[in-house]
C-alpha cells in the first residue's frame, strides 16, 4: 500500500463525520511525552461552549415579541460551525449506544395455554358486541391476556428479572438499603418535577372549557353504570380517562369536577417520566436518563398537556414504554420485551385517538433496524417478534377492534373529519397543505407552537430557550454519528419525530390547527432524548478534556445554569403566561357555578335558574359543574323564557353584558326583578344577573 499524502490527511481531517481518520507518524527523534505534556493536553473546550452560548443566542433571536429570524439562523449556523470543530477535536460526542446482545429465540409456545387464551379471546370478542363492559367479557378478555402472556413469555435467566431481584431482596435478614449521591441526585430531581406538574393544579388553568364539559357526562355515565367501551358522544372518545378520572373522582373526593380531570391527566404526565428515565438509560446511559426525566418533567410544553385535563398526556404515556421495550428487545433479541411492547400498543390505543399512528412507527423501527447491518444475525427471527407484538396488541385492543367492526364510521370520524372534507371542504390542494403543514409542524420547536391558547401559549417555540438550542445541536451530533457508525437508532430517532407528529400534519381539513401541542405530543418523547444526549455528551466533554478537579467544576457550573435558565422560563411559561392569557381567553364559568349554589343554599333549589346562551360565551353545563350538579345544562333560550313565567318561587338568570335584548325580554316578563352586575376577577368577564323574587 502505499504511504498517504498529505493531501489524503487534509481530506481526513475534513471529513468529520467518518470514524476511521488518518494521523501523521510521529518523527522517531520526538521526545516522549512527559507529565507536563499531557498536563498540556488537558484545555478549556472553547468550541462546545461557544456552540452552546451561538445556539442560545440563536433562539433567543427566535423568541417572541422581538423575532429576528436571520440572526437566529446566522447564530445557529455559527453554533453548529463550532460543534463541528468540537466533534473533531473529541470535546463534544454522545454516550455510546449500548452493545447488542445476541441471541437465539427458541420460538417455543406454550399450547396449553394458547389454546384457551384464543377461546377466551373469540368469546370475549363475542360479548363486545354492545359497547359495554360488564363482568363477563371483561373477565374473558383479562384472561385472554393473561393466558396468551403464559404461552409465549420466556423465563429470565436466574437472578435476571426484577421479580426475582425483588423476592430475594425480601428474602434478606435485615433488609439494607443503600443510597448513594445518585441516588440523592435523582430523587431531588423527581422533587422539583412533581413540584412543577402539581404545583396551584387548582387554579391554572383556571377554567374547563366545553370539551371539558363533554368528559364530566362521560364520567358521569360510568358513575351511573353505563360502561362504554367507546364513548360516543362529542364525536367519539376512547375509554381510559373516563375511568381513570371516576377513580380520581372516589379516591381523592373530589367529585365529577375540572379538578377530578386535572388531577388523573397530571398523574399520566407524571407516570411517562420513569419511562424518559429508563429510555435515555437505554439510548445512553443513566445520565442522559436522568436529564431526560428533569428536563421533560419541568418543560412547559409536557407540563400543560399534562394539567389541562383532557386526554392529551396518554399519547406519549404510551409511547415512551412501546420505544422503550421495542428498543431494548432489538439490542437484546429478547422476545418479552416484544411481548410488553404490544401490550402497551394495544393499551394506548384505548386512550387518545393520535396515538392510533403508533402502530405505523414500530413497523417503520422494524424495517430501518433490518435495513442496517445491527440486524445481522437477527433478521428471520425479527419477523417472528413483530408477529408476537401484533398478537399482543391486538388482543388488547379487541374490545375496540369489535367496536371498530360493528361501527367504522364512529370510530374513525374524528381523525377522517381532519384529514377529509367531512366537515368541510379543503382550501386547497392536499399535497400543498400537506406540505405547508409539515413545515409549520417541524419548526414549532424553535419558532411556533400554532395558535391553539388552550394547550399552548400561542406562537412561541414549543421548547424553552434551552432545550430548543440542545435540540438542534443533538440533531446534529446524531447525524454525525449515522454518518460515522451507520446505527439504525441514531436515525430512528431522528425520523420517528415527524411520524409522532402526523396526527398534526394530517389536519388537511384544519391546517389552522396544525402545529397543535396536543397532537405532536407523543414526539416529545425522542426530542428530550435527543436533548439529554446532546447535554450529557457536553458535560461529559468537559469533564475529559480538561484536568479532574476544574472539568468537574465547569461541568456542575454549565448544567447549574443551563437548568436555572429553563426552570425560570419554564415556570414563567405555565404559571404566569400561559395563566393569564387562559383565564382572558376562558369564560368563568367557576363564578357563575359560585352564584348558582349560593342560590340553591339560600331557597333551598337551583331549579328555578337558567342562563340565557349567547354566542361565544359560557358554555352553559360547566356553571353546574362548580355547583355540584354536573348533569344539568342550565340553558333557556331567549325564545323560550316565556316558558319559565308559570314556575313558582324565587327565580335566578344570568345573561351576558352586551345581551340587550335578552335584558329587555326579562325586564317585560318580570318587571318586579332586580338587575345586578358581577364584577369577574377576570377583566372583562363580568356578567349580569336578574333577581325574581317571589310573585
Known amino acids: 500500500m502505499e504511504e498517504p499524502s498529505v493531501l489524503d490527511y487534509v481530506k481526513s481531517k475534513l471529513r468529520f463525520w467518518q470514524a476511521e481518520k488518518l494521523e501523521l507518524p510521529l518523527e522517531e527523534n520526538l521526545p516522549e511525552p512527559g507529565p507536563e505534556t499531557i498536563y498540556s493536553s488537558r484545555r478549556i473546550p472553547w468550541r462546545s461552549l461557544l456552540a452552546v452560548v451561538l445556539a442560545l443566542a440563536g433562539q433567543r433571536s427566535f423568541e417572541p415579541p422581538s423575532r429576528n429570524w436571520v440572526a437566529g439562523i446566522g447564530f445557529y449556523l455559527l453554533s453548529v460551525v463550532f460543534l463541528i470543530l468540537a466533534v473533531m477535536r473529541s470535546e463534544w460526542g454522545l454516550a455510546p449506544i449500548r452493545a447488542t446482545e445476541p441471541r437465539q429465540d427458541p420460538l417455543s409456545v406454550r399450547l396449553t395455554a394458547l389454546l384457551p387464551a384464543g377461546i377466551f379471546a373469540l368469546a370475549a370478542f363475542a360479548l363486545f358486541g354492545g359497547n359495554f363492559f360488564n363482568a363477563l367479557n371483561l373477565t374473558l378478555w383479562l384472561l385472554a391476556i393473561v393466558f396468551l402472556f403464559w404461552a409465549f413469555w420466556l423465563q429470565e435467566s436466574k437472578g435476571g428479572s426484577a421479580w426475582v431481584r425483588l423476592k430475594n431482596f425480601l428474602k434478606r435478614e435485615p433488609w439494607q438499603i443503600n443510597i448513594s449521591r445518585w441516588d440523592v ?3 431531588a430531581a423527581i422533587l422539583l418535577v412533581v413540584f412543577f406538574r402539581t404545583y396551584q393544579l387548582g387554579a391554572v388553568p383556571a377554567e374547563p372549557f366545553s370539551d371539558h364539559a363533554e368528559k364530566i357526562l362521560d364520567v358521569y355515565d360510568v358513575t351511573m353504570g353505563q360502561t362504554h367501551i367507546f364513548f360516543p358522544r362529542n364525536t ?10 371516576a377513580a380520581v373522582a372516589g379516591i381523592f373526593g373530589t367529585g365529577l369536577s375540572f379538578l377530578s380531570l386535572k388531577i388523573g391527566t397530571v398523574l399520566l404526565g407524571l407516570a411517562t417520566l420513569p419511562y424518559m428515565y429508563v429510555l435515555g438509560k437505554e439510548i ?22 399534562s394539567r389541562v385535563g383532557l386526554r392529551f398526556p396518554l399519547y406519549p404515556l404510551f409511547v415512551a414504554p412501546v420505544l422503550y421495550y421495542l428498543i431494548r428487545g432489538l439490542r437484546r433479541s429478547w422476545r418479552n420485551d416484544f411481548i410488553l411492547a404490544g401490550f402497551f400498543l394495544g393499551l394506548g390505543l384505548h386512550g387518545y385517538s393520535p396515538f392510533r399512528i403508533m402502530p405505523i412507527l ?37 374490545p375496540l377492534l369489535r367496536y371498530w367492526m360493528q361501527n367504522p364510521e364512529a370510530f374513525s370520524y374524528r381523525a377522517f373529519s ?6 368541510q371542504p379543503l382550501s386547497g390542494i392536499w399535497w400543498q397543505i400537506l406540505l405547508s403543514n409539515t413545515w409549520n409542524a417541524l419548526r414549532m420547536f424553535n419558532w411556533s407552537d400554532g395558535e391553539i391558547w388552550v394547550h399552548s401559549v400561542p406562537y412561541r417555540p414549543a421548547l424553552d430557550l434551552v432545550s430548543a438550542g440542545l435540540f438542534v445541536l443533538g440533531l446534529v451530533l446524531l447525524l454525525i454519528r449515522y454518518l460515522r457508525e451507520r446505527n439504525w437508532l441514531d436515525l ?11 396526527p398534526s400534519i394530517l389536519s388537511l381539513a384544519y391546517p389552522a390547527e396544525n402545529p397543535a401541542l396536543n397532537r405532536t405530543a407523543g414526539a416529545y418523547v425522542p426530542v428530550f432524548i435527543i ?12 469533564r475529559s478534556v480538561m484536568n479532574r478537579n476544574s472539568g468537574k467544576y465547569l461541568a456542575w457550573a454549565v448544567a447549574g445554569l443551563l437548568l436555572v435558565i429553563s426552570i425560570s422560563q419554564n415556570y414563567d411559561l405555565v404559571f404566569n403566561q400561559y395563566d393569564q392569557q387562559f383565564r382572558m381567553g376562558s369564560w368563568n364559568s367557576s363564578e357563575m357555578g359560585q352564584v348558582i349554589k349560593q342560590f340553591g343554599l339560600t331557597y333551598g333549589s337551583t331549579g328555578n335558574t337558567w342562563i340565557i346562551p349567547y354566542p361565544y360565551w359560557v358554555d352553559t353545563r360547566l356553571p353546574g359543574v362548580w355547583a355540584g350538579i354536573p348533569n344539568r345544562d342550565f340553558a333557556v333560550w331567549p325564545e323560550n323564557l316565556v316558558d319559565t313565567l308559570p314556575v313558582p318561587g324565587v327565580k335566578l338568570f344570568i345573561y351576558n353584558v352586551e345581551d340587550n335584548k335578552v335584558a329587555n325580554i326579562l325586564q317585560s316578563y318580570y318587571p318586579q326583578g332586580a338587575v345586578s352586575r358581577f364584577s369577574s376577577k377576570t377583566p372583562n368577564h363580568d356578567f349580569m344577573i336578574f333577581f325574581v323574587p317571589v310573585q
Open 236 to 245: 367519539g372518545r376512547e375509554a381510559l380517562q373516563m375511568y381513570l378520572t
Open 284 to 305: 445512553g446511559n443513566r445520565k442522559v436518563g436522568m436529564i431526560a426525566l428533569l428536563l421533560c418533567g419541568i418543560a412547559y410544553w409536557p407540563n400543560i398537556i
Open 185 to 187: 441526585l435523582v430523587l
Open 531 to 542: 436533548i439529554a444526549l446532546a447535554l450529557e455528551g457536553l458535560l461529559e466533554g468537559i
Open 362 to 398: 414500530v413497523v417503520f423501527a422494524i424495517i430501518l433496524y433490518l435495513l442496517h447491518r445491527q440486524s445481522l444475525g437477527n433478521r428471520k427471527q425479527v419477523w417472528a417478534w413483530l408477529g408476537l407484538l401484533a398478537i399482543t396488541s391486538l388482543f388488547v385492543f379487541l
Open 418 to 423: 381532519r384529514l377529509g372534507s367531512l366537515e
Open 492 to 502: 430512528f430517532l431522528m425520523l420517528s419525530i415527524p411520524i409522532l407528529m402526523l
